[in-house]
């Protein structure tokens, strides 16, 4: 079997990879964003600042969303601010926003593929 040259399939010389703290705090975010309450949680604050307690929902504990929203928190997906006895948050940026929005248009191509699974070949 041929090996693959690099030469052979790129017009451009290939980018060097992320030294290993960048890659590590994307890691971190990508952990962040790997469960589902917590991304539901990202996409409830797409609409603006709210309240902790508006972010509960039926059946929820406050305390269990509260430990979601300080993970989202350390990874710098949202900021928080304090009003009296009130924390309200929002997303950090619009980076969060973009970073939403395409992973869920992704997942959504990946289910209208068919499979909902990652696409091998040449298995």
């Known amino acids: 079997m041929d090996t693959c040259d690099a030469r052979d399939h790129r017009s451009a010389p290939p980018r060097s990879v992320p030294d290993e703290q960048r890659l ?3 890691a971190g975010l990508f952990k962040a964003l790997g469960d589902p309450a917590r991304l539901a949680l990202l996409y409830q604050l797409r609409e603006g600042e709210r309240c902790v307690g508006d972010l509960v929902a039926e059946g929820q504990k406050l305390s ?3 430990a979601r929203l300080q993970t989202l928190l350390n990874a ?5 601010r304090r009003d009296a006895k ?4 929002r997303l ?3 980076h ?4 939403i929005e395409n992973a869920l248009a992704h997942a959504d191509e990946l289910t209208s593929a068919g499979s909902g699974q990652a696409h091998q070949s040449d298995v």
Do not use: K, M, P
Request: charged share 25%; no cysteine; glycine share 0%.
């Open 24 to 26: 590590a705090r994307t």
């Open 64 to 66: 269990t969303v509260s």
């Open 76 to 80: 710098r997906l949202v900021v928080r």
């Open 86 to 89: 009130h924390l309200f948050y």
């Open 92 to 94: 950090a940026d619009q």
């Open 96 to 99: 969060v926003v973009e970073l």
